[in-house]
């Protein structure tokens, strides 16, 4: 199984700041990354699609990069109702596998 | 609205079997590929199984192959999973959701159920 390695598993962080959180993945994933959130509720809610493709109705400060093996999702302005879980999720190779999260705190 | 509701956690002895059901609303069921996915308690997500829309393909995780079964009524729009011989490894939320194929993703969620394994 492909395995996914996010950091930082915690990262607080202030209103209003640019936060990166990185997914690094033990074999090349062409691409096929996507990422989710999970607000403290246990709400889960796609966020980037295809590495950098934005879910329709996600605001735009959330942006996805990366390729190969190394990709990351920023936010760029963090809003009250960022603060969450961030799970990265590989589908290039069966089984799908995810990250073990970042939770987005508050400092 | 799309809306995935998960019953069927409770707490049960290591061995025994329990079945999960999804009852899906708010869009086509018999049109998408459904899964499993848990999170057990403090951990990250896990992908469990995955059933066509047919139902005549079904995909599992290692751990849990010859032990739980998925399977869908499309003409009820539910999404079951059987699961026996469980452990206390087993235990999590189990969360139904939609494992749309464009774009290849989790496209929709329920809020879990949770399943305790212990004795």
């Known amino acids: 199984d492909i395995q996914m390695t996010q950091t930082p598993s915690s990262m607080p962080a202030s209103l209003g700041e640019r936060v990166t959180i990185s997914c690094r993945a033990s074999?090349?994933?062409?691409?096929?990354l996507n990422w989710y959130q999970q607000k403290p509720d246990g709400t889960i809610k796609p966020l980037i699609y295809y590495t950098s493709n934005l879910q329709s109705g996600v605001p735009s400060r959330f942006s996805g990069s990366g390729s190969g093996t190394d990709y990351s999702l920023t936010i760029s302005s963090l809003e009250p109702e960022d603060f969450a879980m961030y799970y990265c999720q590989q589908y290039d190779s069966s089984p799908d596998t995810f990250g073990a999260g970042t939770k987005l705190e508050l400092k | 609205e799309v809306q995935l509701v998960e019953s069927g956690g409770v707490l049960v002895q290591p061995g025994r079997s329990m079945k999960l059901s999804c009852a899906a609303s708010g869009f086509t069921f018999s049109s998408f590929p459904m899964a499993w996915v848990r999170q057990a308690p403090t951990k990250g997500l896990e992908w469990v199984a995955t059933?066509?829309?047919?139902?005549?393909?079904?995909y599992y995780r290692d751990s849990v192959k010859g032990r739980f079964t998925i399977s869908r009524d499309n003409a009820k729009s539910t999404l079951y999973l059987q699961m026996d011989s469980l452990r206390s490894e087993d235990t999590a939320t189990y969360y139904c959701?939609?494992?749309?194929?464009?774009?290849?993703?989790?496209?929709?969620w329920g809020q879990g159920t949770l399943v305790t394994v212990s004795s």
């Open positions: 074999q090349g994933i062409s691409n096929y």
């Open positions: 959701t939609t494992r749309t194929m464009a774009p290849s993703w989790f496209a929709y």
């Open positions: 059933i066509s829309t047919s139902g005549g393909s079904t």
